[in-house]
């Protein structure tokens, strides 16, 4: 697959679910066309993982990065799944424990096992953060070193079905490089630990650990 440069994409300033496709018209030519994707977001979710696998289908044969930083709430068969998938003992025998495997579920393993998606966890530590991590940072790189980010939406489930009224606002780094910068400092420092107030896991040490929690009223509020 050629993979366009994110400068060639016609992309707008800002979409808005009362008048754009955000799937359609940003995520997925986005994901199409970059080599890393880093996101911050409240959440993650087998299905938003597993949603990858439409938006970027030539993903192991491009290495392209996925980098995750989320809080610590997951729903429990989520849990469950994504802890045997990143274990050393089950990981690659996984599928073959549960029958006849879907083919997301083995581009996931593959994604996982050979380190092209991290997902770390973010919990904050202070009094002065109250609840859980909430950041919406999303940001694409491609092969030329271009890059966009974007805030907003914590929807990546691709699911029709399941999307929410929202919106967010995007920048790129030739046409506002200042704000590009901030946002990707701010995406490093989370994932190396070095931001106020949080502190940050590997996924593994937050199963082992026992970091990670469930909460079913939550489960209902996002369902």
């Known amino acids: 697959m050629i993979l366009l440069g994110l400068k060639d994409l016609s992309l707008k300033e800002e979409y808005r679910s009362d008048r754009d496709n955000l799937i359609e018209e940003f995520f997925l030519p986005c994901l199409d066309n970059c080599i890393e994707y880093d996101r911050a977001v409240e959440y993650v979710a087998l299905k938003s993982l597993t949603a990858y696998y439409f938006g970027l289908k030539s993903f192991v044969s491009n290495n392209v990065q996925i980098r995750i930083v989320t809080g610590h709430r997951l729903r429990t068969s989520d849990l469950n799944v994504l802890s045997k998938l990143y274990s050393k003992k089950t990981g690659k025998n996984f599928f073959k424990m549960n029958g006849k495997p879907e083919k997301k579920f083995q581009m996931l393993s593959q994604m996982i096992q050979h380190n092209k998606l991290k997902i770390k966890i973010a919990m904050p530590i202070s009094e002065e953060v109250y609840g859980t991590f909430d950041e919406k940072i999303g940001i694409f790189r491609d092969e030329n070193d271009d890059v966009i980010a974007f805030t907003g939406t914590s929807n990546e489930t691709f699911?029709?079905?399941?999307?929410?009224?929202?919106?967010?606002?995007?920048?790129?780094?030739?046409?506002?490089?200042?704000?590009?910068?901030?946002?990707?400092?701010?995406?490093?420092?989370?994932?190396?630990?070095?931001?106020?107030?949080?502190?940050?896991?590997?996924?593994?040490?937050?199963?082992?650990?026992?970091?990670?929690?469930?909460?079913?009223?939550?489960?209902?509020?996002?369902?």
């Open 159 to 223: 699911d029709p079905q399941n999307r929410n009224f929202e919106s967010i606002d995007v920048f790129t780094s030739w046409n506002d490089k200042s704000r590009v910068e901030i946002k990707t400092k701010d995406f490093e420092n989370l994932w190396h630990d070095e931001t106020k107030n949080l502190k940050v896991y590997d996924f593994e040490y937050a199963i082992k650990n026992n970091l990670l929690i469930y909460s079913p009223e939550w489960a209902v509020s996002l369902s």
